[in-house]
């Protein structure tokens, strides 16, 4: 009976990571590419660029003073995001995405880590 009972335990834990591993794999096929709060919101600290490009799109035309500096825009909207010097990661981010209700929104951005992504799916 005890192992019946670990058997059930262990295929339901099993279980409940297949799915939220199929609900992370869903969640990165359906974002449309483009300049606004929602992709702003899923930027991560250690995103690589071809991460970033994923979410925002291919970045715009911009002339930054440092090539570690990309910025995207979209109809008045842009993001600027900063990868760092040592590894290429995204280290920092900022924008004037509006968000109803609250003008402006710059957004400090978590690491990235599987624990953060089920909290931001989660809505905490």
């Known amino acids: 009976m005890r192992k019946r009972r670990r058997l059930l335990i262990l295929l339901g834990l099993i279980g409940s990571m297949a799915l939220l ?42 002339e930054a003073k440092s090539p570690h500096w990309q910025q995207w825009s979209e109809n008045g909207t842009f993001i600027s995001v900063g990868f760092g010097n040592h590894d290429g990661t995204l280290n920092c981010a900022s924008g004037n995405v509006s968000v109803p209700g609250s003008g402006r929104y710059l957004l400090e951005l978590p690491e990235k880590s599987v624990i953060n992504d089920i909290r931001h799916w989660l809505g905490f």
């Open 21 to 62: 591993a199929f609900v992370w794999l869903i969640s990165d096929l359906t974002i449309t590419p483009g300049v606004n709060a929602e992709n702003f919101r899923r930027l991560r600290l250690g995103m690589t660029k071809t991460e970033v490009e994923r979410i925002l799109g291919r970045p715009g035309e911009f």
